[in-house]
């Protein structure tokens, strides 16, 4: 079964509009974190922004932000003020601690959202 | 400067031929992953390191092999190619759980 889930494999939007993605996860850690990647068409993977399980804290970055429902297993990416140059494919991540102890984990990525922003 | 680089950034591989990706970082980061792409598809843990001079298996390794010779340096071994490995390669590095990755490396196996 996927750990985690992006329901929405493409999304459109209009200048100037937020837009908002929507990521389900599975762990069975108490302590997790979640991430929110954009993969360039140069083929960058560029980090946007993270939450901790931890956290109540609602995640800001510029123009993203995060709607953290941790009872849910659910964070969603807002993008307000939407630029052509936000068009990308948007990546949610779940990090998970491993098993070789200290500080070391996984990541386990979402299928990604395409995201259009239309002039 | 880009702290995480990969090289070659493309390569065209043949069937049952031997692929070498390579991986720098100059973070100083203790951890190293390499992950796999395909085509509409989220990134895949095939190896990660956490210390110089030892590899563990990620979710997919089969058909991989890892080497971590230093801190700085991480190399992906494909001894026998396949099809099937036809992909973009990323390969990251993190200091705990924020990862930071490279450019990518798209190859392609005829």
């Known amino acids: 079964a996927q750990k985690v889930i992006q329901v929405w494999s493409t999304a459109s939007r209009q200048e100037g509009e937020e837009l908002t993605l929507d990521c389900s996860y599975e762990?069975?850690?108490?302590?997790?974190?979640l991430f929110w990647y954009k993969h360039l068409l140069s083929g960058e993977m560029v980090f946007l922004i993270r939450q901790m399980s931890s956290s109540t804290a609602k995640e800001r970055s510029g123009r993203y932000s995060v709607v953290f429902q941790k009872s849910l297993k659910s964070i969603s990416l807002v993008i307000s003020a939407l630029q052509p140059d936000d068009s990308g494919k948007y990546f949610c991540?779940?990090?998970?601690?491993?098993?070789?102890?200290?500080?070391?984990?996984?990541?386990?990525f979402g299928e990604g959202t395409q995201v259009t922003v239309i002039s | 400067e880009a702290a995480v680089t990969q090289s070659p950034r493309s390569k065209v591989a043949v069937t049952g031929g031997k692929v070498t990706l390579s991986c720098h970082q100059t973070?100083?980061?203790?951890?190293m992953y390499w992950y796999r792409q395909d085509t509409g598809h989220g990134l895949r843990l095939i190896h990660y390191?956490?210390?110089?001079?030892?590899?563990e298996k990620g979710d997919i390794p089969d058909g991989y092999k890892a080497s971590r010779p230093s801190q700085e340096n991480f190399s992906l071994i494909l001894e026998l190619a396949s099809l099937s490995q036809t992909a973009v390669y990323f390969c990251?590095?993190?200091?705990?759980?924020?990862?930071?990755f490279g450019p990518g490396t798209r190859l392609t196996v005829l």
């Open positions: 973070n100083n980061h203790d951890y």
């Open positions: 991540a779940l990090w998970e601690r491993g098993n070789t102890g200290g500080l070391s984990g996984k990541l386990t």
């Open positions: 762990t069975s850690q108490v302590l997790y974190h």
């Open positions: 990251a590095s993190s200091p705990n759980y924020e990862q930071y």
């Open positions: 390191s956490y210390v110089a001079d030892s590899t």
